[in-house]
């Protein structure tokens, strides 16, 4: 049993990830023929918070409100996974994009996120504001106006052989290649 | 309290995400460089798994447990997967994170972004906002 548990505490393969986050496409369709999609839950926090008589924001969040249990349980699974199943190791990173960030001054590899841009601290320079609220921005208007993240075009919408979601997902992966290599070299 | 069977399900995922290491700005920086096959063996692998249990559901005809018959509605073209997708794509290289990583990393610990959430909530909410002027 211990094995195992050391086992499961080492990162995953991609393949075995790839696998489990492919079944909750079915998982969810078996369950309560719920589609897979987690940037909705965004849209359903503003129709519960702040609907402030936008149109968009005007129907009955409550009959979907599953995706939001759903998410909160992401949230948990990411705690029960630091908390107990955490890789005692550093990450370990391609040695090409580990240069490449040393070049921008992140040295920092020793968790998921580089401390020097993800922490309340770099909230106090102009940098920590655009990766954290800029960007967040961009996922969230980006996401609702594409009608879907990942989840709901990437692996939904491809699962289920949608071609809008063909298009969407190489706008994503466009979009990031862009992003990687155009502003980020601005903002770093 | 039907609904708790999908914060388990989240819960199931979010471990995935933690533990795959999805969740990671580098692994997301590595993509997008080319010097990882990671992340495109997370996201291939998860879409031919998908697929196949698509496929079967569709043959079998089959219902949910709550004997709802499965359907999946038909995406329809609109602008808004090609400006959206790029905006989206954009935010993805910054903040290294799609909206279901933001959860997770915020459960591993990195509470600072409850404020890239916020922000996204925010964007989410101006193009509500802004939806009838933008190119559908």
């Known amino acids: ?188 | 309290m039907s609904n708790l069977k999908y914060t388990l399900v989240g819960i199931f995922f979010g471990i995935v995400f933690v533990k795959a290491e999805i969740i990671s700005w580098f692994r997301i920086q590595e993509m997008f460089r080319l010097h990882s096959f990671h992340m495109y063996g997370v996201i291939g692998t998860a879409v031919v798994v998908g697929a196949l249990s698509v496929w079967l559901i569709k043959r079998r005809n089959a219902t949910s447990l709550e004997g709802e018959k499965i359907s999946i509605p038909n995406k329809e073209f609109r602008y808004g997967q090609i400006f959206g997708g790029l905006l989206f794509g954009l935010g993805w290289a910054i903040t290294g994170a799609c909206p279901g990583p933001l959860y997770a990393q915020i459960g591993s610990g990195f509470s600072v972004i409850v404020l890239t959430l916020l922000f996204a909530i925010l964007g989410t909410w101006s193009y509500g906002a802004l939806r009838e002027k933008l190119p559908k």
């Open chain 1, 1 to 188: 049993m211990e094995n195992i548990i050391e086992l499961i505490k080492q990162p995953w393969h991609w393949s075995i990830a790839g696998i489990l986050i492919g079944l909750t496409v079915p998982i969810l369709l078996i369950l309560g023929n719920k589609k897979f999609g987690i940037s909705s839950s965004l849209r359903h926090i503003c129709a519960a918070a702040i609907p402030a008589n936008i149109p968009f924001f005007q129907y009955d969040w409550k009959k979907q409100s599953w995706n939001l249990f759903f998410v909160v349980g992401v949230l948990l699974g990411g705690w029960i996974a630091v908390t107990f199943l955490q890789n005692p190791n550093e990450i370990i990173i391609a040695e090409k994009t580990k240069q490449a960030l040393e070049a921008y001054g992140i040295t920092d590899f020793s968790r998921l996120l580089p401390s020097e841009i993800f922490s309340w601290q770099s909230l106090t320079s102009l940098r920590g504001w655009i990766f954290m609220a800029l960007g967040g921005f961009m996922v969230g208007f980006g996401t609702r106006w594409a009608g879907g993240c990942t989840s709901g075009h990437a692996i939904m919408g491809l699962s289920s052989l949608q071609i809008p979601s063909l298009l969407a997902t190489i706008c994503f992966m466009i979009g990031g290649f862009l992003g990687t290599h155009l502003l980020l070299p601005l903002f770093l």
